[in-house]
């Protein structure tokens, strides 16, 4: 294989070793990290949890610490400050590597790598497989950009669009291929948020429960401006915050959500809505990345109508259930045209079981714009 080919193929690699890393790493970003030298691999390393051992120090370990002359294939530019463990680019120089391939530049850092990296003699090259390493840390590029944690509204409903009868009943809609689907969704996120509504009517556990859990269970958050939500929801406990009004936070009912163990914070509320913008907030100041949204319809909405969502993913039930009161996957007042909805572009098919699965991310506002000027 030629240069290009063969940086490729190891980043790939780094990529993959990343994934590993699933939701344990926040509020760091996954991290995979491949030592290679004379085409033989030394060592390889992933960033296995927050407060451990980054990528490339486990690569290192793996190898037996005598990498003299490798080239480091990392799916993240090695970082340069220090933190809970040393810098990596630091690292890297000590170890003896003479090259380093990294995909994504890291816009958390102060100080480049690449300067201090070539600074010490050290070849650097970076962009290989630039997208395919931004997807697997999209959740962290966000919030370190400023924008906040990313946003994924998971939703399961009939093909006219309805997630239980007029009833309330919705056990079971989707298949139980759909239903492991989501449980893996969940795996994947750092918090599972719904309304005090769904609490209500529906009671989950909002937890992980697949035979190959994850190895930290996400914080199941509530939102819940009126305190309504029952301290004995199976949601709530140990592991489980509830974001209340600030008038609710002081209460003897949210004094007993944290005798059972549930965590108690007050948000500003907007004509007795919390926005999702407060919510975001308070969530990152938690490390959170990620947050999976399972509604109810009003909360959903909240999240779509301030432009918070930043993905979809959506299982169709081929069933047909009806009603004009029954609950949808988005509520709220609605927008007043297709032209102010929100627009999903790089649409993703395919079966889940029975049912149809859409996955889709929302168009940038840019895009948005531009398709409305080509529609006129």
Known sequence: MNREKTDKYYIKRAIELGRKGANMTSPNPRVGCVLVKSSRVLGEGFHRRFGGAHAEAEAIRQAGDDVSG?????SLEPCTHHGKTPPCAELLMKSGVSRVVFAVEDPGLETPARGVLEKAGISVTSGVCDEEARELIRDYLKVASGEG???????????DGKTAAFTGKSRWISSRSSRESAMRLRG???????????VTADNPRLTYRLEDPPAKQPLRVIIDGALSTDPAARAAGEGSLLITSGKMAGTAKAEEFRRLGSKVVAAETFGGVIPAAEILGILQGRGVLSVLVEG??????????QG?????????????LGGSGAPTPCGGKGFSSPAEGLNLENLRV??????????????????REEEECLQV
Do not use: Q
């Not at 109810?296 to 109508?305: I, L, M």
């Not at 918070?308 to 047909?320: Q, S």
């Not at 395919?350 to 895009?367: C, P, Q, Y």
């Open 188 to 198: 994947t996120h750092d918090a599972i948020l719904v309304g005090a509504k769904t």
């Open 149 to 159: 944690p990313l946003i994924t509204l998971k939703a399961a409903s009939t093909l």
């Open 350 to 367: 395919s079966h889940s079981g029975r049912d149809i699965l859409v996955e889709a991310d929302v168009a940038a506002l840019e895009k």
């Open 308 to 320: 918070k969502i930043d993905r979809v993913v959506f299982f169709y039930a081929p069933l047909i």
């Open 70 to 74: 490798s080239t480091a294939y990392i």
């Open 296 to 305: 109810g319809g009003e909360t959903v909405w909240e999240f779509v109508r």
